[in-house]
C-alpha cells in the first residue's frame, strides 16, 4: 500500500544513492526519495548515473520534474522497469531553473496540466503516483487554491498528495529563502485530511524530531516526511522502524553505521577511481550530530587532503569520538570522588 507514516525529503544534491544507502543502514522502513530527476535527464541522461541505485535502498521513489504528459508517463516507465516502487511529481521547487521550464512549484497555477501529467503516469504503470506541492504560490495563497489543486489532481489518480506546509513566493525569493520564510501553515493541512478522508496526506516542512512528527501523525495526516533534520542528523531516524512501523529489531549503532559506511564508500571509490572522497563522505558528517566527539568526527572526515582508504580514516575519525567519550567520563568520574 502507498500509506507509509516515515519519509526523507527529497532534496537535490543531499538524498544522492550515497546519503540513501547511509539512511537505510538506520532504518529499514522510512520512505526514501532520489533528488529530482527532470524528464531530459531521465531521457537522454546516462541512466545508471542518473537513475542507478542500489537495491538495499528501496522502499524509494523516484521523484521527477517536468510538465510534458508523455515525458512523465515515460519516465514513469522506466522507473518502473528498473525496480523503483514509486513516481513523485515535484510540483513544489521555486527555483528560476526549474520555473523557466514550466515545472515544479508554478504547476501549482495549472492543476488542469498536473492532472493530465497525473493522468499519463497513471496509465503508463502500476507503481503508486504521487505529488509533492506547497500550499500554494503568490496569487493562489488561499485553502480553497490548494483545494482546488488538489481536487483536480485526486481526480486524475494521485494516489498520495506531500504537501510542504507554505506557499512558495516565485517573485523574488531564493529557493532556499522559499523554505524558511513562507510562514508554515500546518492546521490547513490537517483540515484537507479532515475535509478529504478518502486521500492520502503527508505533511512535510519544518519537522525536526519524531516527536513532532508524532505530534502531525496524531492530528489526523497520513505520514509525515522529514528533509533537513534527516540529512542534519540521520541517526535521528533510529527510533522510526520500531515507533512507527510495529518493528521489533533494533538499528545498528552508530559506530556499526560509520563503519559500514566508510566500507560502501571504499567499494564506490574502487568502482569508480575518478570520484572523489570527500563527495561520498560529506553524507556522514551528521552521523554524530548531538553526540560527543560530532566536531572531530566532521572535521576528520572533511578534510580534503586526507588521501588514505575511507575505512582508515573512519577508524580514526571513530577513536576521536571514543576519546570524546572518555574525556566526559573522566570528568565525571572526578567531579563525583
Ligand atoms: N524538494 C523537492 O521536491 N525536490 C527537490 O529536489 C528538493 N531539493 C531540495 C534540496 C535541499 C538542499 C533542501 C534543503 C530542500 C529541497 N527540497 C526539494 C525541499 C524538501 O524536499 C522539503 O520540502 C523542504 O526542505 C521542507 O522540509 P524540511 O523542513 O523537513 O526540510
Given at each position: 500500500g502507498v500509506v507509509r507514516a516515515l519519509s526523507v525529503?527529497?532534496?537535490?544534491?543531499?538524498?544522492?544513492?550515497?546519503?540513501?544507502?547511509?539512511?537505510?543502514?538506520?532504518?529499514?522502513r522510512a520512505l526514501l526519495y532520489t533528488e529530482m530527476v527532470t524528464t531530459g535527464a531521465a531521457l537522454h541522461g546516462e541512466r545508471e548515473i542518473v537513475l542507478g541505485f542500489d537495491p538495499s535502498e528501496r522502499p524509494l521513489a523516484l521523484q521527477l520534474g517536468g510538465d510534458d504528459p508523455q515525458a512523465l508517463a515515460e519516465c514513469a516507465r522506466i522507473a518502473e522497469g528498473m525496480g523503483y516502487d514509486e513516481v513523485n511529481l515535484n510540483v513544489g521547487c521555486p527555483s528560476d531553473r526549474v520555473q523557466?521550464?514550466?515545472?515544479?512549484?508554478?504547476?501549482?497555477?495549472?492543476?488542469?496540466?498536473?492532472?493530465?501529467?497525473?493522468?499519463?503516469?497513471?496509465?503508463?504503470?502500476?507503481?503508486?503516483?504521487?505529488?509533492?506541492?506547497?500550499?500554494?504560490?503568490d496569487g493562489r495563497e488561499r485553502y480553497e487554491d490548494m483545494l482546488e489543486f488538489v481536487d483536480a489532481v485526486a481526480a486524475a489518480g494521485s494516489d498520495r498528495f506531500t504537501?510542504?506546509?507554505?506557499?512558495?513566493?516565485?517573485?523574488?525569493?531564493?529557493?532556499?529563502?522559499?523554505?524558511?520564510?513562507?510562514?508554515?501553515?500546518?492546521?490547513?493541512?490537517?483540515?484537507?485530511?479532515?475535509?478529504r478522508p478518502q486521500l492520502v496526506v503527508e505533511i512535510n516542512g519544518g519537522v525536526r524530531s519524531l516527536d513532532a512528527a508524532d505530534e502531525h501523525l496524531r492530528a489526523g495526516v497520513d505520514a509525515v516526511m522529514i528533509g533537513r533534520a534527516a540529512y542534519e542528523d540521520p541517526y535521528c531516524f533510529a527510533e522510526v522502524d520500531?515507533?512507527?512501523?510495529?518493528?521489533?529489531?533494533?538499528?545498528?549503532?552508530?559506530?556499526e553505521v560509520a563503519r559500514r559506511y566508510a566500507e560502501h564508500a571504499e567499494a564506490h571509490l574502487r568502482a569508480y577511481p575518478r570520484r572523489k572522497a570527500s563527495a561520498v563522505l560529506r553524507h556522514v558528517l551528521g552521523l554524530f550530530t548531538g553526540q560527543p566527539?560530532?566536531?572531530?568526527f566532521r572535521r576528520l572526515?572533511?578534510?580534503?587532503?586526507?588521501?588514505?582508504?575511507?575505512?582508515?580514516?573512519?577508524?580514526?575519525?571513530?577513536?576521536?569520538?571514543?576519546?570524546?567519550?572518555?574525556?566526559?567520563?573522566?570528568?565525571?568520574?572526578?567531579?563525583?570522588?
Open positions: 525529503a527529497p532534496m537535490m544534491e543531499w538524498t544522492d544513492r550515497h546519503f540513501r544507502w547511509l539512511v537505510r543502514q538506520i532504518s529499514r523557466g521550464g514550466n515545472f515544479g512549484a508554478c504547476l501549482m497555477g495549472q492543476p488542469s496540466r498536473v492532472a493530465a501529467c497525473v493522468a499519463a503516469m497513471r496509465a503508463a504503470v502500476s507503481l503508486p503516483v504521487t505529488v509533492k506541492h506547497r500550499i500554494g504560490i504537501v510542504h506546509a507554505r506557499i512558495a513566493i516565485l517573485a523574488g525569493l531564493s529557493p532556499k529563502e522559499n523554505r524558511t520564510v513562507p510562514p508554515l501553515r500546518y492546521p490547513e493541512v490537517y483540515r484537507l485530511k479532515a475535509e520500531r515507533r512507527f512501523f510495529a518493528e521489533a529489531e533494533a538499528p545498528p549503532s552508530r559506530f566527539g560530532a566536531r572531530e572526515l572533511s578534510e580534503t587532503r586526507d588521501e588514505r582508504p575511507p575505512t582508515v580514516r573512519m577508524e580514526a575519525a571513530l577513536a576521536a569520538v571514543r576519546r570524546a567519550h572518555e574525556r566526559i567520563a573522566e570528568h565525571r568520574a572526578a567531579a563525583g570522588s
